[in-house]
């Protein structure tokens, strides 16, 4: 019977902390926010001491220059004491955030791996750091190095509570403490922070953060403060605004600012947004906070109850992310129902600029589109309208179901007066199929291109009867295109040709387009499923005889000259219609144009001789 042993991981440490400190982090500059998380963390523990007069800060100080440069980031937070340096300085994955006491408050603060400091060392070959507790105890210096080896001292002498971390520059690394970079990267991450950062330098001393608006507390009193609310964005977003809108979850430990983007953006832009947690920025490029419809608004959140990732730089994706999205939808959803309601121009506005969106998020609320549906806009046979404005002449909306179909009718809808909306676009069939849910004044009817030649004129008995054998020798030369050929008057007289589809003769075409452009193997599987529609997928097309140059293919009596002319118009009607053209019919259109030109170098050279 074998013998069952146990063994132990054995850990490369310092290659550890080169992937913590090199790898896990998206840029060397995360340093300083690490810095920044550490400090505020231990002014919070320190403010949960109730100290009287206590006030705490962090003070970022830069001196040197060229190659003996160093950085010292100083709190007159809590401190630690010796044992805690050992328990949280020297375990990675250990955090000070989760103590027995007052530390292991967590929403009280933003770290939670225990490794935020070992990021140092992208910029620094050695860690020091002097600290003293405010629970008492001497002070001490820790000595951390990348090779996972440190050394603990005790100071002689009395220095306050709080903690200070030393950094001398490693060479290659000089741009990260640069004080104009240290200004800028100090206000990225810690614009929302609650404690004053001061920077320190040679050119003097200044506070980083401003003081925290009222409605950081209370987004919805962002409202009465208009200015203040459109110049954070812009300081913070890099963009100019013209509108806004509060966001709050249910329990308000999630708030924040939605600005409208003052453009229309792409259904497939990227949706990043700037969160804060614990008022210290995680992440500028949060793309999971919003629903996928609020593509419209770009955000600042703040939070305290969303889980980070080890790097701090995003979001789990749990059920506490996915409740907040939701209610975040529901505070921009709620305030665009308000503005229907006291501000219609506003969000008249928005929609005009956004209407995408304001779509998407119609077809996931039936109340919304109840309350907006006036105000979008469609394409249609009257040019760019919204609904409001077709209501008042219309109430019964013809639609096409794909902008193709709406491409093959438009014109000839046009000509007849008949009121289409194009229904091709995202969203607009779906939407405008539930128009008569939300206002029974309106009926509503899918219109096919066959559809539309129920308007068409049909030709006299007389002229049935003229044109018998050319419209028979029209009809033949069509059949290998499995298209019929039917003659009428319609308008536009402009309009030579409508080329119309059955489901069926629609389902073939495309089979075929697909055959030509697969393999062998997919070809016959496709060849195989066509072969089911060959009885009944014929196309219709409408030759019109109020145009031109019909009547005159018509009227000539060259039918020597009539299959090459219907050849063409019938590849004209594909045009038109904006139908792919296959190998078959690209072949037809070529082999038409060298006949005519033939025919018309055979007229010149003959002097004016006719083609039978």
């Not at 620094?124 to 507790?133: G, H, K, L, N, Q």
């Not at 605004?241 to 497939?268: C, H």
């Not at 995003?314 to 129902?337: A, H, P, T, W």
Request: contains cysteine; charged residues 25%; proline residues 4%.
């Amino acid at each position: 019977m074998s013998v069952e042993e146990n063994y132990r991981f054995q850990v490369n440490l310092s290659g550890m902390i080169n992937i913590l400190s090199n790898h896990l982090y998206s840029n060397p500059k995360v340093y300083l926010r690490e810095l920044l998380q550490n400090g505020i963390d231990a002014v919070t523990a320190r403010n949960g001491l109730q100290e009287s007069g206590y006030t705490g800060r962090i003070v970022v100080e830069v001196a040197g220059s060229d190659n003996n440069i160093t950085l010292t980031v100083e709190d007159n937070g809590v401190g630690l004491t010796e044992a805690e340096v050992h328990e949280f300085l020297a375990m990675i994955g250990q955090s000070s955030k989760r103590g027995e006491d007052f530390l292991a408050k967590e929403e009280s603060f933003i770290g939670r791996f225990g490794i935020g400091l070992l990021s140092c060392f992208m910029v620094s070959d050695e860690i020091v750091m002097i600290t003293r507790s405010a629970k008492g105890g001497p002070a001490l210096e820790w000595r951390g190095k990348p090779d996972g080896t440190y050394s603990i001292r005790t100071l002689e002498g009395e220095l306050s509570p709080g903690t200070k971390v030393y950094l001398r520059c490693k060479p290659g690394c000089e741009i990260y403490f640069e004080e104009a970079s240290l200004a800028q990267w100090l206000h990225y991450y810690g614009a929302l922070l609650p404690y004053p950062i001061i920077l320190q330098s040679g050119q003097g001393e200044r506070v980083i953060n401003d003081d925290i608006p009222v409605w950081i507390q209370d987004p919805g009193l962002a409202r009465s403060h208009r200015q203040e609310v459109l110049k954070l964005g812009e300081r913070l977003l890099g963009e100019k605004f013209r509108d806004f809108i509060p966001l709050m979850t249910s329990e308000g430990r999630t708030g924040g600012i939605a600005y409208v983007l003052p453009q229309a953006v792409n259904l497939n832009a990227k949706k990043s947004h700037r969160v804060y947690l614990k008022h210290m920025l995680v992440s500028e490029k949060a793309e999971n906070i919003l629903p996928d419809w609020a593509f419209f608004v770009k955000c600042v959140v703040w939070t305290d109850e969303l889980q980070p990732t080890a790097s701090r730089e995003s979001f789990y994706e749990n059920d506490k992310l996915e409740e907040v999205r939701e209610q975040l939808g529901e505070s921009i959803r709620s305030e665009l129902m308000r503005m229907a309601e006291y501000d219609p121009d506003r969000l008249q506005h928005i929609i005009n600029l956004h209407a995408l969106s304001m779509k998407a998020l119609a077809v996931e609320d039936d109340k919304f589109f109840s309350i907006i549906y006036r105000w979008l806009p469609f394409e249609t046979t009257y040019g760019n309208r919204e609904l409001d404005e077709l209501l008042k002449e219309h109430q019964h909306f013809y639609y096409t179901l794909s902008l193709d179909e709406y491409r093959q009718i438009t014109h000839v809808a046009s000509a007849q007066t008949m009121l289409v909306v194009n229904g091709g676009y995202i969203y607009d069939a779906e939407l405008l199929s539930r128009l008569p849910l939300v206002d029974e004044r309106i009926t509503v009817e899918r219109l096919l291109p066959e559809d539309v030649s129920f308007s068409f004129t049909d030709i006299t008995p007389e002229e049935r009867l003229q044109y018998y054998e050319a419209v028979k020798l029209a009809d033949a030369t069509l059949q290998p295109f499995r298209c019929r050929v039917q003659i009428r008057r319609f308008k536009p007289a402009d309009l030579p040709a409508l080329y119309t589809l059955s489901k069926e003769s629609s389902d073939l075409r495309t089979l075929e387009t697909a055959k030509e452009a697969s393999t062998e193997l997919l070809s016959s599987v496709l060849g195989n499923l066509g072969a089911n529609y060959q009885a009944t997928a014929y196309a219709t097309i409408y030759l019109n005889l109020d145009n031109p140059v019909v009547s005159r293919i018509f009227t000539s009596g060259h039918l020597g000259m009539l299959p090459t002319a219907v050849e063409m118009l019938y590849c004209n009607a594909l045009l038109m219609g904006h139908y792919p053209m296959n190998r078959k019919e690209i072949a037809l259109l070529n082999q038409g144009i060298i006949r005519f030109i033939d025919w018309g170098m055979d007229v010149n050279h003959n002097g004016g001789a006719s083609h039978e």
